[in-house]
């Protein structure tokens, strides 16, 4: 009876899988010690077969095949696995920005270069030295779109209203030949250019739509290049000691233990990481802000900002502009004799007919002069390639703890609960997973995180996401932010952004794609006051009153009213100057 009791104890501790302490304690390391040297250690310190475990801190303390020293080593060992899953798993972050950076940074620097190339060939074919002695004035303006797209704190408004300003002095003299011009006597005409409006609607036409493109191109490439280094900042994170303790309770206890090859469940593994990353994970709303504005800002791009017919437009653009100069240059003039005076016949007296023959008629293009895009890239193709790595980027930070589970070196299968380490031991693991974020991670049964007291470098990178998401936001709007406040009705400003032109939209023909659009009340400016000109000895660093006639800062400006009993030429350079 005693002997079958015996035998019937035995058989249920076999099949228990209980051992006796001298049967725990006489099993073998070998597998462990394998591991252990396979990862670059020396096996110096380690035991042939298990220990008793009362001098391990981390994992439990149980018959073990780990020294003091190898726990020590393998808690390192974990902290630098996992910043190593941190890296792998954002390199596709850091490679799209940084590629789709440099890709969209060249390919607008080469737009604007040739831009400004196809400009230059083509008015010096057709204007001849009329072009190229005054290609300051167009060197001038495309420096200014360099700059700005580059960062430089510039307003495009202002940009614009200077090249129409310093071109109509250009063009009327030319128009008018048989006068002679001082210097005070163009920057009365130049100054009033909005009102007199020598070009027709082509200058807030080019603006608008060149402003749309340029805000959009510059907050995108912007937006990239802050990615790359946002991502290149969070991802150099460091592990708390807590979070250590985790890490290691949870890849390599099992190794301790003396079963190398069994994994985390993947429940510990989520709770683990969510401890862990907490965090990182508070980036989460914002992050997935500036994904979506970085994706409608690129869409734009190849749509109502499009950046490549912005640029071909420049030429064309201001080409029609000067024809539309030419073609009403008598009622202009005739405006401007009434307001800035009578000018002084040139010495060398010629009638404006006399003059055509000396020089080429101003005209428009055809589609075969229009200026080329840059060789060997499309804007839709570029955005398309940006869209499709935008889209996983949503969620990245939240669901890094996810990512890095499903890896199957990392934890086991989701299926595999009931043969996997629960953290003490093989089998199922019964803690619930833990939400998302800081606050979350109050009840984590494996990392203790302080709720209180958040990351100071992940909370200065929420506040970089939104001053970033911000810009791109009124970016989509064709809004330059760092000039919202002082310009009104331009395309850095605001109240223009609204406006389609079909040459806005490719692939569409005379009518742009179907829109809301509220009306507007037009918006009057008044005169705008020149920009202080550079003293550098030309004709554009005179200072005011050197001759000709003066038009000073304070006389009265010239209403539309004004303009309307004119009966004839004469009766215009009888009466006193209306902008004096």
């Known amino acids: 009876m005693d002997t079958r009791l015996l035998v019937w104890l035995c058989t249920i501790a076999a099949l228990s899988g209980t051992r006796s302490p001298a049967a725990a304690a006489g099993r073998s390391c070998a597998d462990t010690r394998q591991v ?3 990862k670059g250690y020396s096996t110096s310190t380690a035991p042939v077969t298990q220990i008793s475990g009362e001098h391990l801190r981390l994992c439990p303390q149980d018959y073990t095949c780990c020294s003091s020293q190898m726990e020590e080593t393998l808690s390192l060992q974990s902290e630098r696995d996992f910043l190593k899953a941190i890296e792998d798993n954002s390199q596709f972050l850091l490679t799209t920005f940084t590629q789709r950076h440099r890709r969209f940074d060249e390919f607008f620097r080469e737009l604007i270069d040739l831009s400004e190339k196809s400009m230059n060939q083509m008015f010096t074919k057709t204007y001849g030295r009329l072009f190229t002695q005054n290609t300051h004035v167009f060197q001038e303006l495309f420096v200014e779109l360099r700059r700005y797209y580059s960062g430089g704190s510039v307003s495009l408004t202002e940009v614009f209203s200077d090249f129409w300003s310093g071109l109509v002095e250009r063009v009327f003299s030319l128009v008018n030949p048989q006068y002679q011009f001082s210097d005070d006597y163009l920057e009365c005409v130049s100054k009033h250019t909005e009102q007199l409006q020598p070009f027709g609607d082509v200058p807030r036409k080019l603006r608008v739509q060149v402003s749309r493109a340029f805000i959009g191109a510059r907050a995108l490439s912007q937006g990239l290049a802050f990615g790359r280094d946002m991502v290149n900042t969070a991802k150099k994170l460091t592990a708390d000691s807590e979070c250590v303790r985790g890490l290691m309770r ?3 206890c099992p190794l301790c233990r003396g079963l190398p090859f069994l994994r985390p469940c993947h429940s510990l593994c989520l709770n683990v990481m969510k401890g862990c990353l907490a ?3 508070e980036l989460d709303t914002e992050w997935n802000n ?7 800002v690129s869409e734009k791009l190849e749509g109502p900002f499009n950046f490549e017919l912005a640029a071909d437009s420049i030429s064309v653009k201001v080409s029609e502009a000067i024809m539309h100069m030419q073609e009403n240059s008598v009622s202009i003039s005739r405006k401007v004799f009434q307001g800035c005076g009578n000018p002084s016949p040139a010495r060398n007296k010629r009638s404006p007919s006399e ?15 229009k200026p080329t895009t840059a060789a060997g890239t499309n804007l839709d193709r570029l955005v398309t390639e940006l869209k499709e790595r935008l889209r996983p980027m949503r969620s990245f930070w939240v669901s890094l703890p996810h990512t890095i589970c499903n890896d199957e070196r990392m934890a086991a299968d989701v299926t595999n609960e009931d043969r996997c380490w629960n953290g003490q031991t093989r089998g199922r693991y019964l803690p619930d997973v ?10 984590n049964p494996e990392v203790e995180v302080d709720i209180a007291r958040p990351d100071v470098k992940v909370k200065q990178l929420i506040v970089d996401l939104k001053v970033v998401t911000n810009k791109l936001k009124h970016a989509e709007r064709g809004q330059d932010i760092n000039f919202i406040d002082s310009e009104e009705g331009s395309g850095s400003g605001g109240g223009d952004h609204d406006e389609r032109y079909s040459d806005d939209w490719p692939g569409y023909g005379p009518q742009s794609p179907p829109y809301s ?7 009057s400016n008044p ?8 003293r550098n000895g030309s004709k554009w660093s005179r200072n005011n009153g050197q001759g000709g006639v003066k038009a000073s800062a304070t006389s009265p400006h010239l209403h539309t009213s004004s303009l309307v009993p004119l009966l004839s030429l004469q009766f215009v350079i009888t009466v006193s100057p209306l902008w004096r």
Request: net charge positive; aromatic share 12%.
């Open 36 to 38: 252990y040297s396979e």
């Open 527 to 534: 005169a705008k006051p020149p920009r202080g000109r550079e």
């Open 355 to 369: 003059s055509e023959g000396n020089r080429k008629p101003f005209r428009t293009y055809t589609p075969e002069e």
């Open 279 to 281: 965090n990182q994970a």
């Open 434 to 443: 833990t939400g998302n974020g800081l606050a979350s991670q109050i009840n």
């Open 250 to 252: 949870q890849w390599y």
């Open 290 to 296: 500036f994904i979506d504005a970085l994706y409608v």
């Open 517 to 523: 659009k509220t009306p507007r009340n037009p918006i």
